[in-house]
């Protein structure tokens, strides 16, 4: 019982660093997406760029701000926006 225990939470242990990495990937591969034609590769890259706090990601967000037309993304956009600025001060 023990050994089966132990194998369930290696599995899970293992299964849980996969997504991760997994997940890792995919915000990697469209964090240059943030102008791209495709809704969902901006908001991947907006997630990507939510956890790069800088004034060049801030800059960058202003410049999307300005081209985006999508309501929802752009809300997003503006909520990332004045988290980094009251973070940043």
């Not at 996969?18 to 591969?29: D, I, P, T, Y």
């Not at 956890?51 to 202003?62: A, C, D, M």
């Not at 997003?76 to 009251?86: F, N, T």
């Amino acid at each position: 019982m023990r050994s089966k225990l132990k194998a369930l939470l290696v599995t899970f242990g293992l299964g849980a660093v996969a997504g991760g990495m997994l997940a890792q990937q995919s915000m990697g591969r469209h964090r240059q997406d943030l102008f791209s034609g495709r809704s969902l590769r901006r908001l991947s890259a907006l997630g990507y760029l939510s956890g790069r706090t800088s004034v060049e990601t801030v800059q960058l967000l202003h410049d999307y701000l300005a081209w985006e037309e999508h309501p929802i993304l752009r809300r997003r956009a503006g909520a990332i926006v004045r988290r980094m600025e009251a973070q940043l001060g």
